[in-house]
């Protein structure tokens, strides 16, 4: 008669492979589908308080009739989202692992490109944090003037904020930013809603009194001025890689959920930029000095009260947590350029709560660097900020052609050609955008790109060197015991000298305690005093003139390891120091320890070991 027990483990369904596993420690630290359109779409969500704006900025050179055009050159970048999001889904399908662009370009286009799309993507999300504090910290000195002169520590006070939430991990993050997100969303579709309701704006107040940025006397549109409204509107794009860039930051069935939050980053971004653009038109509005034109929206759909203000405010928050974007994406694809011997290896660690702890100090101090750089000045930086990311777009989609070609799943033409025409779009966007932004501090970037793949490159040969020295790859031979002495740095007779020895006599075949004589009286009590001990260890006296520490004893080891009468296979000097508890205890020691340390390590082969008592 079998057991409940048993019963119960027969008829129990087995658990789908790829449902998710709460109870895992780790799968809570990791997003959800919401989540993940929280932490990864601040980017792309905030880009419509400056997107639309930009390309109106151009295309009043134009006059009036040149805004006529706001709502095609719109349609236009929807058009490049929709197949963005499309062409992303495949890559998180097909790149689990994330990476983006990189992982793509690595498995299907060399090493050389691959770097090369990873530098481009370090570069935007650098970028990103930077001109997404500064966005949010005008937007607020817009409308607090008094903070104008203050805005260097605001921005750096808000970076030290995101910074701080993205330390406790991803999904914290997604938990703090997930409310600013929803109010901005609803807020932008409650205008867009709202607008088409009205024949006629609701409010002009916030534009009262503010000079026009409009034209006067142009009444033709030429191709190079929509080139450019095209490539000012492509900043509102940034931002779409970041969920394939870290599908591993998902919980379990990890593509699932990061496909579906791209379809919602996508669906969502394109909805509030042509409902946007249709209220341009709608109402006729006209760029002005000192404020936005998704104030002027929502003035014109909402009136000039609490709906307005509660934009305002909700465009203020996001703004300055669209950054947080970039601490989700960046850390992930440092990670992966670490494992693969491109970055230092101390970017692939992962602290508690799932976080690259380092790839999100590493951005945070870059980004500390340009916003003091730029004295917080968002328009110093918006014109570098979409050429990177159109470059990783191209490449990216590139090698999704070469990857269906040489996959060849059901229905590979398609997903092919998807790629192609994604492929051309974004090709002819970085260009476009390189081009018409070139003199603006595109050069920079353009600067930038070979010099980072460069780095890569000179981090990948050291570590191969390193893996040739070491012998990675290959059995080692047979052991073989060496002859090895160990010397013991003393000062005085303590307890701490005799655990040294005792130690010392342990590791080594032969200990020798040396001391360094700087004064003879001081010299021959150590002398009396170690006669009388007798503890079996010869005492070297190694006289110094100049009152020196550490180059007095690596001379010494060098000249041992010179001597040909006794040649040890090892040198280890064995340095005790005592170890205090307190912090503010550090203050009172000699550091006579550190002292030896360093000159040994930079001018001996000795192995040194550094024996600690703690008090």
Same mark, same amino acid.
């Given at each position: 008669m079998s057991s409940p027990v048993a019963a119960q483990a027969v008829t129990a369904e087995p658990e789908p492979p790829g449902a998710a596993r709460l109870s895992d420690p780790d799968e809570r630290h990791r997003l959800t589908a919401w989540g993940g359109l929280a932490a990864? =779409?601040? /980017?792309?969500?905030?880009? +419509?308080?400056?997107?639309?704006?930009?390309?109106?900025?151009? !295309?009043?050179?134009?006059?009036?009739?040149?805004?006529?055009?706001?709502?095609?050159?719109?349609?236009?970048?929807?058009?490049?989202?929709?197949?963005?999001?499309?062409?992303?889904?495949?890559?998180?399908?097909?790149?689990?692992?994330?990476?983006?662009?990189?992982?793509?370009?690595?498995?299907?286009?060399?090493?050389? $490109?691959?770097?090369?799309?990873?530098?481009?993507?370090?570069? /935007?999300?650098?970028? &990103?944090?930077?001109?997404?504090? @500064?966005?949010?910290?005008?937007?607020?000195?817009?409308?607090?003037? %008094?903070?104008?002169?203050?805005?260097?520590w605001l921005c750096l006070g808000v970076l030290a904020l995101v910074t701080a939430v993205n330390l406790r991990g991803i999904a914290e993050s997604a938990r703090w930013f997930m409310a600013p997100t929803a109010v901005f969303v609803l807020s932008i579709l409650a205008i867009v809603v709202a607008g088409l309701f009205r024949d006629a704006p609701a409010s002009t107040e916030?534009?009262?009194?503010?000079?026009?940025?409009?034209?006067?006397?142009? *009444?033709?549109?030429?191709?190079?001025?929509?080139?450019?409204?095209?490539?000012?509107?492509? =900043?509102?794009?940034?931002?779409?890689?970041?969920?394939? &860039?870290?599908?591993?930051?998902?919980? *379990?069935?990890?593509?699932?959920?990061?496909?579906?939050?791209?379809?919602?980053?996508?669906?969502?971004?394109? +909805?509030?930029?042509?409902?946007?653009?249709?209220?341009?038109? %709608?109402?006729?509005?006209?760029?002005?000095?000192?404020? *936005?034109?998704?104030?002027?929206?929502a003035d014109a759909s909402l009136g000039h009260g609490a709906g307005f203000y509660l934009v305002q405010f909700a465009t203020v928050v996001l703004l300055g947590l669209a950054a947080n974007t970039s601490f989700g994406g960046l850390p992930a694809l440092l990670h992966l350029l670490a494992r693969d011997n491109h970055l230092p290896h101390v970017f692939a660690l992962r602290a508690d709560r799932q976080v690259h702890r380092h790839g999100v100090l590493f951005l945070a101090a870059v980004s500390a660097v340009l916003l003091a750089g730029s004295g917080g000045d968002v328009n110093r930086l918006v014109p570098l900020f979409a050429i990177g990311v159109f470059v990783g777009f191209t490449v990216c989609q590139v090698g999704m052609v070469r990857h269906w070609w040489l996959q060849r799943p059901a229905h590979w033409h398609a997903k092919a050609a998807l790629n192609g025409f994604g492929a051309l779009l974004t090709g002819i966007a970085a260009l476009v955008v390189t081009g018409t932004r070139f003199t603006e501090g595109a050069w920079g970037i353009c600067l930038a790109l070979p010099l980072l793949v460069l780095l890569f490159e000179a981090i990948h040969?050291?570590?191969?060197?390193?893996?040739?020295?070491?012998?990675?790859?290959?059995?080692?031979?047979?052991?073989?015991?060496?002859?090895?002495?160990?010397? +013991?740095? +003393? @000062?005085?007779? *303590? %307890?701490?000298?005799?655990?040294?020895?005792?130690?010392?006599? =342990?590791?080594?075949?032969?200990?020798?305690?040396? $001391?360094?004589?700087?004064?003879?009286?001081?010299?021959?009590? !150590?002398?009396?005093? #170690?006669?009388? #001990?007798?503890?079996?260890?010869?005492?070297?006296?190694?006289?110094d003139g100049h009152r020196r520490l550490g180059p007095p004893i690596a001379a010494f080891v060098n000249d041992l390891a010179a001597d040909g009468e006794h040649t040890y296979d090892r040198l280890t000097v064995l340095i005790p120091e005592v170890e205090p508890v307190r912090f503010w205890q550090r203050a009172l020691q000699n550091r006579r320890g550190a002292v030896i340390d360093r000159a040994l390590r930079r001018h001996t082969d000795a192995v040194v070991c550094r024996l600690r008592m703690r008090m």
């Open positions: 990864l =779409s601040l /980017d792309a969500m905030a880009s +419509v308080a400056y997107g639309p704006e930009s390309i109106v900025l151009v !295309l009043a050179g134009a006059g009036a009739y040149g805004l006529g055009f706001t709502l095609p050159v719109t349609a236009a970048i929807a058009v490049l989202l929709a197949v963005l999001v499309a062409s992303y889904r495949q890559v998180i399908a097909a790149f689990p692992d994330g990476g983006g662009s990189y992982a793509v370009a690595k498995a299907h286009l060399g090493r050389r $490109t691959a770097l090369t799309a990873a530098a481009s993507l370090v570069i /935007d999300y650098v970028l &990103n944090v930077a001109v997404s504090v @500064t966005a949010g910290v005008a937007a607020l000195t817009s409308a607090v003037p %008094r903070l104008y002169d203050d805005r260097v916030a534009a009262a009194g503010h000079a026009s940025a409009l034209a006067g006397n142009a *009444t033709t549109v030429g191709a190079l001025l929509l080139l450019k409204a095209f490539a000012a509107g492509c =900043s509102a794009l940034t931002g779409v890689e970041a969920v394939a &860039n870290a599908v591993p930051s998902f919980r *379990t069935p990890g593509v699932k959920r990061a496909q579906h939050t791209e379809v919602a980053l996508g669906a969502l971004l394109g +909805v509030m930029l042509i409902g946007l653009a249709v209220l341009i038109g %709608r109402f006729h509005l006209q760029p002005v000095e000192g404020v *936005t034109v998704l104030a002027q929206l040969r050291s570590y191969a060197r390193i893996g040739e020295r070491l012998e990675l790859g290959h059995v080692p031979g047979p052991l073989t015991p060496q002859r090895s002495l160990v010397l +013991v740095p +003393v @000062t005085a007779i *303590t %307890r701490l000298t005799r655990d040294a020895l005792s130690a010392a006599l =342990s590791l080594g075949d032969e200990v020798l305690a040396v $001391t360094v004589v700087h004064d003879g009286a001081e010299a021959e009590a !150590l002398r009396r005093d #170690w006669e009388l #001990w007798q503890p079996g260890v010869p005492l070297v006296e190694i006289p």
